[in-house]
């Protein structure tokens, strides 16, 4: 089950795995709505620019299975690690999964379409 996106404690007396759970019934599109300006300070903390959306809730066809695709540019300080700590930090903000890309990442048999649909957040 999906729930708040940040996580608790496991229970004291349970042996069972703990699974970071996001948001049950948000789809990515309304959590992007509700927190923009945040996603875009967040964006701008580690240091990297021109975020834009892309995939389906450019499209308008999210779901709350959906996952934000988010593109954005590196720098020469630009580091898996930055990556990664924004993606969970996004997620964190937004209760939803997230994925973030820069161009090189994307697969060569669509990185032009993606590069020409995808709109600033």
Known sequence: ?????RAEKPPKHN????ILCYNAYMRPSEALAAHRAELRQLVSRYG???PRVFGSVLSGTDTDESDLDLLVEATETTTLFKLAGLEHAARE?????????TPGFLPPRFRDRVLEQAEPL
């Not at 089950?1 to 996106?5: A, E, V, Y």
């Open 48 to 50: 990297l620019s021109r």
């Open 93 to 101: 903000l937004l209760g939803v999964p997230v994925s973030i890309l």
């Open 1 to 5: 089950m999906r729930g708040s996106g």
């Open 15 to 18: 042996s069972a795995p703990f």
